[in-house]
């Protein structure tokens, strides 16, 4: 069944945008009393059939209504700094919402060779990803930070900084993390944080932590992340 973004949605009718009318209509070629699902980015998956197949303007009916829709027991954080190549740092992005993330923040690193995000495109590769996963619940996108200011902010949870340092004392994210925990998880650039960043985290009351044995790419260490945090809550 073909899921749809419907953001704002209230009542029993919803109008698709232009973009996802067309689409649902001339791409899919889906006529009246088609089913499909909407989500609203809040946590609520609608069930719901095509009552007006406009290729504009389609309008869907609500039948029934599951609120909380696969609701994680867990809430998770990825701190992660933006990418030179902005298409691999959309490609954790992707991933990221598929497995199951609640918040991302591209954390600006002393070694980050980018400052920014592109925003608008990033957002509907979320929305995307939220499609195809059958996620109800978008994730947050932050605005960019700079470090020091984001491990002075308070959060609740269990906070860790994913480095490379072999030298210094690292456990597994397991042996930090237990089921239903949230948690934050800050991931650095490529060339990884410095030793100062390390050190200021520590001190902040960051644990940390490492992603095996493994020299990982920062987008793929993002994922594992993800994917550790995920595999302790099954």
Request: hydrophobic share 40%.
């Amino acid at each position: 069944m073909e899921i749809f973004y419907a953001p704002g949605i209230k009542g029993n009718t919803f109008m698709l945008d232009e973009k996802e009318s067309k689409h649902c209509i001339r791409v899919l070629r889906m006529t009246k009393g088609t089913p499909v699902r909407l989500i609203d980015g809040k946590g609520n998956l609608y069930e719901g059939f095509i009552s007006d197949p406009d290729q504009k303007k389609c309008m869907v009916t609500v039948s029934e209504v599951k609120p909380d829709y696969e609701k994680r027991s867990y809430r998770l954080h990825i701190a992660i700094s933006p990418l030179k190549n902005p298409l691999r740092f959309e490609w954790f992005i992707e991933k990221s919402v598929e497995i199951g993330v609640d918040l991302i923040t591209p954390l600006v690193c002393k070694k980050s060779e980018k400052q920014s995000v592109r925003h608008e495109r990033t957002d509907n590769i979320i929305v995307s990803a939220m499609k195809q996963s059958l996620k109800a619940l978008k994730p947050v996108l932050n605005e960019p930070v700079t470090f020091d200011r984001f491990i002075a902010q308070p959060e609740a949870g269990i906070r860790m900084i994913a480095h490379c340092r072999s030298s210094l004392n690292r456990i597994k994210i397991s042996e930090v993390c237990r089921k239903d925990d949230d948690a934050l998880i800050m991931i650095g650039p490529e060339g990884d944080f410095s030793d100062e960043e390390i050190s200021d985290a520590v001190n902040a009351g960051f644990i940390p932590v490492h992603l095996g044995m493994s020299r990982l790419r920062t987008e793929t260490a993002g994922i594992a992340a993800c994917h550790s945090v995920y595999f302790i809550n099954l």
